[in-house]
């Protein structure tokens, strides 16, 4: 501002300067030029006078350092001059102001010298006898002049800059200091100039738009993180160059890492090879699903690309936890499998005994044991289609009656029908304890006696013994069946209450059982809210717990 | 101009963390090819060995590129030296890693028996690895130095894991070429995991300034 005011200042006088002074100098040179000539015309016509009467004595006697004489012949040879030896001049013939005289009578001329610093003025007269004398003078050129006028003219120039800076200065601070002193927050409460109170008035106005879109940002930026932040899904927003735009908490805790790690890329927190090659597929062809395992558990990343104009700007990966849907998987797979091979197993007995009496191959003695076989084996057949019915139903969920029990007596109950394949293998079955009355469904209840206690039978060689008791405690009533048998080793403990789960892997069928006991058992009890442990190491007995809570 | 050359760098960040994924993922693979005796696995590891090699190459011309046309002093210069220290380690991983996928495709399906500690071996190498380059990525001079401790751990495990194949041979010694190929990978894993202590220590210098051997 001061350096454009400066300049402004600087040049407005600087230009009035140049223009006054060639302004007057031309005036006053032609002016003083005028005066001159007419003094020259005055002295020639007196010198002429002169000459004509007296001839070269005259021009001898007005000896001048004022002006310079010259008189001429008519053959143009010099006669005599006041400044000059004639003898060196050559011939005026040819001089402009001469010729002319010869020619009207008067002649006028002007020229420079070879330098351009001087500038003659010459007259000329025709005299009487037929000569010419002519008269000049010697001044200074304009431009002499003006070399001479040049000092005092570069001081007033440098008068003028340094003038021109101060009153710049002086100026641009009184002009800029009620712009500088403008209250921008509130625009309209100053009073600087009249002439900027639209622009304070515009400025105002977009104060106040700036101010609502950002209370508006702020507010969609508040529900944007809202909702992330109680997202159980994890949310992780990348621009086109990889780098972390939004991380919700979620997705912080999946990947292992902080809200520190925004604008940096996804690489820095997981560089695991089957993610960042996903990221590279989902930017070039839109989408990419993968499944990761991370640190024990499943996820599935889906990561979209996000365009907007048909120009890539990024990308979005939402992590889901499918670890209970992968296990879920796992164990539907593993039923369907184990649910036809346990259906298939005696149904292909059956028809190969069904066969060979068929075509005659069996003996009329070996007939009954053929016949048994197929009737055993159809029996097992039922059974193990009456468990999967039982816990389907568990599954359903479905709404059983519920009255009131006592566990105690249940439990005598399975003893009772089971009294007799315990006697078989002199085993000791007994119950102990008392009441256990809880609200329940009894076939359900009954279900998870007859079954442990089965089990127990079933892998506790003969002679052994099997215990149920029943106990009450403030909240739960403790049902332990225990035994002495052959006992289950730890690793297989949390799997044994899988359907068709078997720990002797060769499906044997010595000991029969569908194997759906336990897991019958497992959804009765959860059915009650309850809970089961198991206590047992391999040839060691087993003790399996089960917790039932009393009020419902 | 600036900001040019903190792009060129955050190139180079990625680039390393890229190296340094691969070399993760293939000593990953050849552990558990080793584990599963799958010959497959073993042999896609050479593919991931290429890439770091080629990874290698990409780097080092980048390191030069930046040395060259932005001369940086200081902090940019340790980091993008150290950058070339640790290419190197990181390209020796991936050889050894491809050089025990080797050694598993003359085993014949044979897996690592549980007696010898190898697979245990492998893990910890495995984690040491990650961890080094996890040090690298967040610029954490504690998880490097853990690093460099936990190579004592690595080397008292190939001690341990040569004195029970001794024993292997002494006691079946129609198992000695077997036992021969389990010590040289043990071998393999314990020069993992110095290339590993490689890595933590350069991490620290570009950090502090300051190597352990100097």
Known sequence: ?552 | MRSRFDEQLNILNTEMIEMGALCEEAIALASKALTTGDVALAENVSVISADIDHKERDIEARCMKLLLQQQPVARDLRQISAALKMITDMERIGDQAEDIAEIITYLEGRTAEETVHIRDMAAETISMVTDSVDAYVKKDTELAKAVIVHDDKVDEYFDRIKGSLIKMIAETPENGEYALDLLMIAKYFERIGDHATNIAEWVIFSVTGEHKNS
């Open chain 1, 1 to 552: 501002m001061t350096s454009k005011i400066f300049r402004s200042i600087f040049a407005t006088s600087l230009v009035v300067l140049l223009a006054t002074l060639a302004i007057i100098t031309t005036f006053l040179y032609d002016y003083f030029t005028n005066i001159q000539i007419n003094q020259l015309k005055d002295e020639l016509s007196i010198a002429s006078v002169g000459t004509e009467q007296s001839g070269k004595e005259y021009l001898e006697d007005l000896k001048s350092d004022n002006f310079r004489l010259t008189w001429v012949d008519s053959d143009g040879t010099v006669l005599f001059d006041s400044q000059a030896d004639k003898a060196t001049m050559d011939n005026h013939l040819d001089r402009e102001e001469i010729a002319e005289a010869f020619e009207t009578g008067k002649g006028s001329s002007s020229r420079h010298s070879a330098t351009l610093t001087e500038k003659t003025l010459y007259e000329a007269a025709l005299l009487a006898d037929g000569t010419v004398l002519r008269i000049s003078v010697n001044r200074l050129s304009g431009l002499t002049l003006l070399l001479g006028m040049m000092t005092p003219v570069i001081i007033v120039i440098i008068i003028a800059v340094i003038i021109s800076a101060v009153l710049a200065h002086k100026m641009s601070k009184r002009i800029i200091e009620p712009l500088n002193k403008l209250d921008l927050d509130n625009p309209t409460e100053n009073d600087a100039y009249e002439e900027i109170a639209p622009l304070l008035r515009r400025i105002h106005k977009q104060n106040m738009k700036i101010e609502r879109k950002a209370a508006e940002l702020n507010r969609r930026k508040d529900e944007f993180e809202l909702i992330t932040k109680n997202m159980r899904e994890g949310l992780v927003l990348l621009d086109k160059n990889r780098n972390i735009l939004t991380i919700n908490s979620a997705a912080t805790i999946i990947l292992g890492t902080d809200e520190k790690c925004v604008g940096n890329e996804f690489l820095t927190i997981n560089r695991r090879h089957e993610i960042t090659s996903a990221i590279e597929k989902a930017l070039t062809d839109g989408h990419a699903e993968i499944r990761v395992k991370l640190v024990e558990k499943e996820y599935q990343f889906d990561i979209s690309r996000i365009e907007t104009d048909g120009e890539t700007v990024g990308a979005v990966i939402l992590v889901f936890d499918i670890t209970e849907q992968a296990d879920a998987e796992r164990l539907r797979r593993e039923f369907t499998a184990n649910v036809s091979h346990e259906l298939k197993t005696p149904l292909q007995t059956i028809t190969g005994s069904a066969e060979l009496m068929e075509n005659g191959l069996v003996k009329q003695e070996d007939m009954p044991r053929f016949v048994s076989h197929i009737r055993e084996e159809a029996t097992r057949l039922v059974t193990l289609v009456e468990d999967i019915i039982r816990l389907s139903q568990l599954d359903e969920q479905t709404e059983l009656p519920k009255e009131n029990v006592s566990l105690y007596e249940i439990a005598n109950e399975a003893c009772g029908v089971l009294r007799d394949s315990a006697d078989k293998k002199d085993i000791a079955l007994t119950v102990s304890g008392d009441g256990g009355n809880i609200c329940g469904v009894k076939h359900l209840l009954f279900e998870v006696i007859y079954n442990l206690c089965d089990n127990g039978i079933k892998y506790t060689p003969d002679g052994g013994k099997v215990e149920v008791n029943i106990a009450e405690t403030e909240k739960d009533v403790t049902l332990t069946v225990s035994d002495n048998g052959i006992g289950i080793a730890p690793q297989h403990h949390a799997r044994i209450f899988e359907r068709f789960y078997r720990v002797d892997k060769s499906h044997s069928k010595k000991s029969g059982g569908t194997g759906l006991g336990l897991s019958i058992v497992k959804h009765s009890v959860q059915y009650h809210g309850g809970k089961i442990s198991i206590q047992s190491e391999e040839n060691e007995g087993t003790v399996i717990t089960v917790f039932l809570p009393k009020d419902e």
